[in-house]
């Protein structure tokens, strides 16, 4: 089983950048982010397959950068130019055997990290 643990989170102002990292225990060879605000259903953001390949929400593109450190078995996802609606928990995953929107497709998921855009 893989084991992920997401950190960087924290309070920002609107225009600020932040970088989330997220450690895998093993080998994953697709891995993403979703985001979830109160009240909302958990959104896709971003994912990259093993070899690079991303897919960006249309809300971010432009703003966020999903990359990764095969070596490490690290995530990241740096993002910029902030806005207040970006404010949610920020979960990391992983699973899919190709690249997926969909939460249903991941097996695996962080505890979440907190991010908070002030306006």
């Known amino acids: 089983q893989v084991q992920l643990v997401e950190s960087g989170g924290g309070l920002v102002q609107a225009g600020g950048s932040l970088r989330l990292s997220c450690v895998a225990s093993?080998?994953?060879?697709?891995m993403g982010w979703f985001r979830q605000a109160p009240g909302k259903e958990r959104e896709f953001v971003t994912t990259i397959s093993w070899r690079g390949g991303t897919i960006y929400a249309d809300s971010v593109k432009g703003r966020f950068t999903i990359s990764r450190d095969n070596a490490k078995n690290t995530l990241y996802l740096q993002m910029n130019s902030l806005r207040p609606e970006d404010t949610a928990v920020y979960y990391c995953?992983?699973?899919?055997?190709?690249?997926?929107?969909?939460?249903?497709?991941?097996?695996?998921w962080g505890q979440g990290t907190q991010v908070t855009v002030s306006s």
């Open positions: 093993g080998r994953t060879f697709v």
């Open positions: 995953s992983a699973g899919p055997p190709t690249l997926t929107t969909k939460a249903t497709g991941y097996n695996y």
